[in-house]
């Protein structure tokens, strides 16, 4: 059974950054592509980026692009989403989530942590 347990929410200013991390735990974590999603109030659940089993591919939505980097380190079992200019639309609840296959650049994934809560005010 795989868990997931995202970290690095919290509330930051207009213009300022947040680094929100997911460390997973057992199973072999290279085997998936890793994305993160939000969800803002009264809206539907978002993709916002996927990276590759290795790394080496990656997506973003076009409204993070240039400001949010997704990462991976295998050896730590942990993805990260560097957020920098953030702004008071990208307050939402952060989700990461896994695919068991190599495909990390649509929104199907099939498992998804609890989420960390980033508020942005303007």
């Known amino acids: 059974q795989v868990q997931l347990v995202e970290s690095g929410g919290g509330l930051v200013q207009a213009g300022g950054s947040l680094r929100l991390s997911c460390a997973a735990s057992?199973?072999?974590?290279?085997?998936?592509?890793m994305g993160w999603f939000r969800q803002a109030p009264g809206k539907e659940r978002e993709f916002v980026a996927g990276?590759?089993?290795?790394?080496?591919?990656?997506y973003y939505v076009d409204s993070v692009k240039g400001r949010f980097t997704i990462s991976r380190d295998n050896g730590k079992n942990t993805v990260y989403l560097q957020m920098n200019s953030l702004n008071p639309e990208d307050t939402a609840i952060y989700y990461c989530a896994l695919r068991y296959s190599n495909v990390w650049n649509n929104p199907s994934y099939d498992y998804w942590g609890q989420g960390t809560q980033v508020t942005v005010s303007s």
């Open positions: 990276i590759s089993r290795s790394g080496s591919g990656t």
């Open positions: 057992g199973r072999t974590f290279s085997d998936y592509a």
